[in-house]
């Protein structure tokens, strides 16, 4: 059984997550078969899923046309193929497996709980009250994945509430999401153990929109009337909350990078 820490790296557009996501992943494939941050973790597999891999073609009739501009509205969750990048990373992480879930390992370890050495990861898998996440949207689309025929049969993350993986030797793999909506679905919100949102002003974003050529093109206007006001009304969805890091898009790349390092040498 595998274990999986899975970070999501979110933004507006033109805010740079793509590079932080491709700079996180190069360095994270250097450290492979290495310690990790901490003496009982080893890296080993490294992964990375781009949700804009994932846009529906120009002539599917899925598509929202905004009917002033004649234009597709690209900003929005249906005009992409959530389904298939969903299967697809359940199909990285395997039929079993393990989440490296940071914020609870830290609760469970502030509350002086340390697991004795000699523990295997398998032996983590406990009752079904203990699955943390009963009644979360991962849960469902596990099961829904089960009636597809996925063959998939306990893939519930169960893990007891008293237990860390504090002084347990764990090879641990890391899944990279990227993508401007990945925390406005259920799914891939739920599913990131740390979380990064990269924000850019108005102004800021709007120039460097202006300097990218995108296919099929912006039409005048598709900016200001769809653009910004879907990106604003997406990031009141989850702006406020504690587990997802704001970072700011108009620092050095460089220093965005280090500092979600840190964040997630903290986290671990």
Known sequence: METWLVIGVSGVTNGGKTTLAKSLETYFASQQNKGFFKENLTLNKVVSLCQDDYFLPVDSPK????EKLNHI?????????????????????GHKFILYNCHQLRQSADEGTVVGGEQSVDSMVEDEE????????????????????GGRTTNLIKKS??????NMNIKLNILLLEGFLIFNNPFTLDLCSIKFHIHLPYER?????LQRVYDPPDVVGYFEM???PMY???FQEFKDRKDIYILNGEIPQENIFNYVLNCVKDLL
Request: net charge negative; glycine share 2%; proline share 0%.
């Open 161 to 166: 509430k008293n237990e860390s993986y504090q």
């Open 73 to 93: 509205n690209w900003e929005i969750l249906s005009s992409i193929d959530m389904e298939r990048m969903c299967l697809d990373i359940m199909k990285i992480l």
């Open 63 to 66: 598509h929202t046309v905004i």
């Open 130 to 149: 203990d699955n943390i996440f009963a009644d979360h949207f991962l849960s469902n689309f596990l099961s829904k994945y089960d009636e597809n025929g």
């Open 205 to 209: 974003c709007y120039a460097r929109r």
């Open 226 to 228: 769809c653009v910004w």
């Open 232 to 234: 604003e009304k997406h």
